[in-house]
């Protein structure tokens, strides 16, 4: 094969793969879209390859054969067409009437399992030799974020992207370029969110760059405290580690915001609110039992007990019972009987109860 030839194929490939990689940054763009255009949320978009055949003329000027003629090129981009995920969010403006958002189908959990002050020394101690290390430019505090995720979650990830599965394989090897540009788009889709959670303090995540192992050193001053974010990643049947390292001046910044939001008296509701809480207090029911506890019946007596026989207590009948409400003691009441119904006359109270007003 000649030059011409091998410019032939690998422009097809590189063709293909372009629209491939445009496909990946629309199903990133759109992971959290829940309404489009045709109804309902995003649905992931799959680019379909297909050999293809090379002109004569070409195969003359390239010096190849019909044997190895074969481009590749893009036969259909198509949709995915598993159904979405049904998260349930009632205050959604995309909810269902059960209170339900459609999601893109991508099975994905992400739950916080640690948080801890370290320094910036301690905190690339804990990071695998291998693994994808990213800067985040936080501003206008003018720092550095350090943003870690292992290569056991991000294979699968970048394998739901191109179209995949997601499921986990034991990949040893670093990641490609275009690999590396579906993570980058990732780790975007992630500060954006971070920047969401952290908008009460004005704070901006901008991705800054990938870094090597060594290039992370230089970020902060080894001593430097920093408040680290241990994230478990779930997809399928494969989980990993995401870590998150933030500065101590930005993190503190957001726990002035929240003892200060805290520090103000919480207003007290109006009359009218009152009420009303009061009202569905006193509408609430209590199981209530009266019982006369204590009692002592012989072995023989509780033996010969048959339906309709009457079993005699050693208390007087005019002694009272005990009623409880929750197990707690209220009063001293005898059973009678109101009308079809049971009843209890209160003899005493034990406990003075709070009146209405007090309620």
Not at 111 to 139: G, I
């Amino acid at each position: 094969m000649n030059l011409f030839g091998m410019l032939e194929l690998s422009g097809s490939a590189l063709g293909a793969e372009r629209q491939r990689a445009e496909v990946v940054a629309s199903n990133m763009a759109n992971a959290q879209t829940t309404r489009t255009p045709a109804g309902g949320p995003y649905r992931r978009q799959l680019v379909v390859f297909q050999s293809q055949r090379v002109p004569r003329f070409s195969l003359a000027l390239a010096g190849l054969t019909r044997g190895n003629s074969s481009a590749v090129r893009v036969a259909a981009v198509v949709s995915d067409q598993r159904p979405p995920v049904m998260r349930y969010e009632p205050g959604h403006p995309d909810a269902n009437a059960q209170g339900y958002v459609a999601y893109l189908r991508i099975v994905f959990d992400c739950s916080l399992v640690s948080a801890e002050h370290l320094t910036y020394l301690e905190f690339l101690e804990r990071l695998p030799d291998k693994a994808y290390v990213a800067s985040c430019d936080l501003a206008p505090a003018g720092a550095t974020a350090v943003l870690q995720l292992d290569f056991a979650i991000a294979f699968p990830i970048i394998d739901v992207m191109l179209g995949g599965e997601g499921k986990s394989s034991e990949i040893t090897r670093d990641i490609t370029e275009i690999e590396e540009q579906v993570l980058e788009g990732i780790v975007r889709i992630m500060c954006r969110e971070l920047q969401t959670a952290w908008q009460v303090i004005a704070l901006e995540f901008n991705f800054g760059a990938r870094q090597q192992l060594l290039q992370t050193q230089r970020l902060m001053p080894p001593e430097e405290k920093n408040l680290c974010l241990s994230f478990e990643i779930k997809m399928s049947e494969t989980r990993g580690t995401l870590n998150l390292a933030i500065p101590a001046v930005v993190s503190n910044a957001l726990l002035r915001k929240i003892s200060a939001d805290f520090s103000y008296q919480r207003r007290r509701g109006s009359a009218e609110a009152r009420l009303q809480i009061q009202k569905k207090l006193l509408d609430c029911l209590f199981p209530v039992e009266l019982s006369m506890p204590d009692l002592q019946v012989p072995l023989q007596s509780l033996s010969e007990l048959v339906p309709g026989c009457l079993l005699p207590f050693s208390r007087s009948a005019s002694a009272p019972a005990i009623m409880l409400v929750e197990d707690v003691r209220l009063c001293l009441a005898t059973p009678v009987r109101v009308g079809a119904h049971r009843a209890a006359r209160v003899l005493s109270i034990d406990a003075p109860l709070p009146t209405t007003g007090e309620l």
